[in-house]
């Protein structure tokens, strides 16, 4: 019997999605070759409102370098988390959310779009 979609529950600003992110895709591909629809489930990973302390950066980048050395994904560290950032992840997972309300098949390339923005180009 064949699944009639594959969810993928995540957040975009998350670092282990992120170096998943070829893994997914390459399930997609599969599923979508087998007439399977991929649907993404979003969450908020962190609702901050207050600029992240300087620890929490180093702790935060700390899991981003296992990560990469993990998965092999590409990292901006130097640009990363820069003073004064907030770590809120629910705009992020709106932009999905509504993008899926527009236009269905505009979701997964936005996806990428916001992950590589935010690891790979800081």
Do not use: K
């Not at 594959?6 to 282990?16: A, G, H, K, T």
């Not at 981003?64 to 640009?79: C, P």
């Not at 527009?102 to 923005?117: F, T, Y």
């Amino acid at each position: 019997m064949r699944p009639d979609r594959l969810l993928y529950v995540m957040d975009p600003m998350c670092s282990w999605c992120w170096g998943f992110a070829p893994v997914v895709q390459a399930l997609a591909e599969q599923a979508a070759a087998a007439g399977v629809p991929l649907q993404l489930v979003v969450g908020g990973l962190r609702r901050e409102r207050a600029a992240m302390e300087p620890s929490a950066r180093v702790r935060i980048l700390s899991h981003w370098q296992t990560v990469n050395a993990s998965t092999g994904q590409l990292f901006n560290f130097q640009d990363a988390l820069p003073e004064g950032f907030v770590y809120d992840t629910e705009p992020a997972c709106r932009a999905l959310v509504t993008a899926r309300q527009l236009d269905e098949q505009s979701v997964w390339p936005l996806l990428q779009l916001i992950q590589e923005a935010f690891y790979a180009e800081g």
